[in-house]
């Protein structure tokens, strides 16, 4: 069977634009768009945003709530774990904590530990000195040297 000739495909101008390399875009023209926070909230905003809420369950006025939580820009599982925290510690549990374990030493007792290591060392050193002071001496008894006076500081 003979092999038919090898014709070239002709390019549709369409493809032709889309082969083109894009133009390449310099780093400075590119917008950059600082990350957005997470919101925190203190102790008292918490205080004041469950009594709102309170005041407008009480209020007896439909959506009211719903309102205040869009005028806030809370969501409502925010503001119901903030009432089972005012609910069981009171004031207190509205406090933000840090996540994870609690320092076992808080930095007075740090600061005690560090220098109680620290006093210990130089205890050992003190008892080494000492200990090769009266070294020198028993060597100076043995050889029969006269050990030098010690100056007496006015």
Known sequence: MPKSPHVPKQEVPAERERKQPAPSVNSSSQESVPSKTRRQFTASEKL???KAAEVALG????GALEAMLRAEGIYSSQLAAWRLQFGARGESGLVSRTPGRKPKLNAKDRELLAITKKNEVLQRKLRIANALIELQKKAHELLG???????EES
């Open 59 to 62: 209020s007896g006025e439909r």
């Open 48 to 50: 004041r945003l469950v």
């Open 145 to 151: 040297l006269a050990l030098p006076e010690p100056e």
